[in-house]
């Protein structure tokens, strides 16, 4: 019983807090997530409604901060840089750049079946290649590229 009450308790913090509660946005988020699975677990596990509330009103907690770190990311850049890492150039106009692969510690191979799952063709259509903050890869290919996509980019140089 405990559980489907902490279940519905979760939907419902959702709910208030907006799907970005779960999303995988940042480091944050992710940490987040983890966070509140665990403590929906010890909910679950809660054997009387002590225990259970402690763990229901931790998770308003998590949520609480959640969006504190959100207003405070949208308000400052610092604060935007120090919680969140850099998205990061793997592949530019057909060229891999291994020394971005090294630093971001990504195999070619990963590089590939990424390229590959994007229905890239032709190496020489991909435009760029993006190990983003969430550690997914967007692939960017086609005839041309608007520069705005990548302007906030990293781009790591040899040397």
């Not at 979760?10 to 992710?30: A, I, P, Q, W």
């Not at 998205?87 to 020394?99: A, C, E, N, S, Y």
């Not at 032709?122 to 005839?143: I, M, N, P, W, Y």
């Amino acid at each position: 019983m405990l559980a489907f009450v902490g279940l519905v308790w979760v939907v419902v913090l959702v709910r208030l807090n907006g799907l970005r509660s779960l999303s995988k946005m940042t480091n944050f988020d992710f940490v987040m997530t983890v966070a509140l699975g665990s403590l929906l677990a010890g909910a679950a596990q809660a054997t009387e409604w002590k225990g259970f509330a402690q763990a229901c009103l931790a998770m308003v907690g998590l949520f609480l901060t959640q969006a504190t770190a959100a207003y405070l990311r949208r308000s400052h850049e610092k604060v935007e840089s120090l919680m969140q890492n850099a998205p990061t150039l793997v592949m530019r106009d057909g060229k891999i750049l291994h020394d971005a692969l090294a630093k971001t510690r990504m195999a070619e191979s990963d590089l590939i079946a990424k390229l590959r799952e994007a229905n890239v063709l032709d190496f020489g259509k991909v435009r760029a290649v993006v190990l983003e903050t969430t550690g997914d890869v967007s692939v960017l290919h086609g005839d041309t590229l608007d520069e705005t996509l990548i302007e906030n980019v990293t781009r790591v140089d040899r040397g």
